[in-house]
């Protein structure tokens, strides 16, 4: 989106390496829990998860259009 808003790249190679690696780091970070096991097996709500996941991801998509847009309206 930032490059069709733009018209240049917005993130140079350098920066997504970065992200990626951190991105990394925080799943290696997440994953590594010390929690006890249930003596029962958790019954989990994947439709429910699911449907937050969608909701923050196209949030999230939404807050950085519009931070990319307000940008390049107030800095041309």
């Not at 992200?19 to 029962?40: K, Q, W, Y």
């Not at 958790?42 to 699911?50: D, K, L, P, Q």
């Amino acid at each position: 989106m930032g490059l069709v808003i733009t018209g240049q790249a917005v993130l140079t190679p350098m920066l997504m390496v970065i992200v990626m690696i951190t991105g990394d780091f925080l799943g290696m970070a997440s994953t590594t829990d010390n929690v006890e096991p249930s003596p029962r097996p958790s019954v989990r709500r994947v439709g429910a998860v699911t449907a937050s996941g969608v909701l923050m991801g196209r949030s999230e998509l939404v807050f950085c259009v519009a931070v990319v847009v307000i940008g390049k309206v107030q800095l041309a």
